[in-house]
């Protein structure tokens, strides 16, 4: 399944990132809370926000966004963007499920011990693919005006 929404603003896009970026320190925070009643209804307020947002975020820049640039300034480097393509859809899907499991407990209690190294994992691998994201950007850049690339 593609995800699919039109493609936002650069200001939009800045905006969503930042959104991201407090989202998932919020996220960091409600892991090392006490897994109660409460700290579940701010999990699921921090993923519902999150699933919101990340289709938005990965739309720009798979559509009119960097990584559209870089394939077309560097049309041979289109497997490593398909690969970040297809991680922002694991991504997605992984939080997802995430999201899910706690919405069907009652008790966040219960589960806490196994979503919160989940939702650590996801984190680190949220970072991780930013971080790609980044790096290719970056060599991009270098390639195409003048670097050693």
Known sequence: MTLSRPAPSRDAYARYSVLEYLLIGDLRDLLEETPDHETRRWLLAVLEELLDLLPNEFEYEDQGGYLADVCEQNPN????????HREHESLYFNLLELRNRISS????????????PKLSHWIEAAQRHRD?????????????????G
Do not use: C, H, P, Y
């Not at 407990?105 to 919160?116: G, T």
């Not at 790609?132 to 050693?148: A, K, M, N, P």
């Open 77 to 84: 480097w289109s497997n490593m963007v398909e690969r970040l």
């Open 105 to 116: 407990e009652q008790s966040f209690e219960f589960i806490a011990d196994e979503v919160k």
């Open 132 to 148: 790609s994201e980044q790096q290719l950007v970056v060599l991009s850049f270098d390639t195409t005006f003048g670097g050693e």
